[in-house]
């Protein structure tokens, strides 16, 4: 089965700050891979996929992350970052023919901006 | 448009008693899954339902049931509470038929076993 890892449980920034937030996966085969964000007090959302193609991919309010396949990685990145991007981060994988379906998550990252 | 809805958003139990949980998807969903978040964890894929039927399952024990209706809301049934069954219970919707790969989550219930 395949698993998870976010090195990072919690992250103090200041506001224009870079960002990375590192995600490992372990499984040999070809995967899906997500990013969901969690805002206080709001439902998880989805930030960003990878699927295939280019690996690196843009998603939602100028986040990005990169998919290293020989490194097993997909960290997430934001050049600058900005007091609202304080939240929960949780990266996911699922095997391919199932699309979104059970995803297995990290235990997330908690991010604090400073401002 | 609404989004995901669960019911309730809090409850209390003790252990050995039986919870019913609620969900509705996001309009125009029809495949909808369940996740268990236990505190500072992230969720964790416990089943999925899809044309009425259970298509995959995570490492739950047959506890952990669920149904889902013709008008595709569903509702996840736990048996013999844990204390450990304590957590926040997030119900998830998609569309089956493509799948965009983008899950719409609800806020949760969150499920206290004392």
């Known amino acids: 089965a395949q698993s998870v890892s976010q090195h990072n449980h919690h992250v103090i920034l200041s506001e224009a700050a870079s960002l990375e937030l590192g995600c490992n996966y372990s499984?040999?085969?070809?995967?899906?891979l997500f990013w969901y964000v969690q805002y206080p007090g709001q439902h998880l959302q989805l930030l960003l996929k990878?699927?295939?193609?280019?690996?690196l991919v843009k998603g939602i309010k100028g986040f990005e992350a990169e998919f290293i396949k020989s490194k097993f990685s997909f960290n997430l990145r934001k050049p600058s970052v900005q007091w609202s991007d304080t939240a929960e981060y949780f990266c996911a994988v699922n095997l391919p023919g199932g699309g979104a379906d059970g995803l297995t998550f990290g235990k997330g990252t908690h991010l604090i901006i400073q401002p | 448009d609404a989004g995901v809805t669960q019911s309730p958003t809090h409850l209390i139990k003790t252990r050995g008693q039986q919870v019913t949980l609620r969900c509705s998807p996001k309009?125009?969903?029809?495949?909808v899954s369940w996740y268990q978040q236990a505190l500072g964890q992230g969720p964790q894929f416990i089943f999925q339902?899809?044309?009425?039927?259970?298509?995959q399952r995570g490492n739950f024990p047959d506890r952990f049931s669920g149904h889902q209706f013709p008008n595709y809301s569903s509702e996840l049934n736990v048996n013999a509470l844990l204390l450990g069954d304590s957590a926040l219970y997030l119900c998830a919707s998609t569309r089956g038929r493509p799948n965009t790969g983008e899950l719409f989550f609800g806020e949760g219930s969150r499920l206290t076993v004392l």
């Open positions: 499984y040999g085969g070809t995967v899906n």
């Open positions: 990878y699927f295939s193609g280019d690996p």
């Open positions: 339902y899809y044309e009425e039927e259970e298509r």
């Open positions: 309009s125009g969903h029809d495949t």
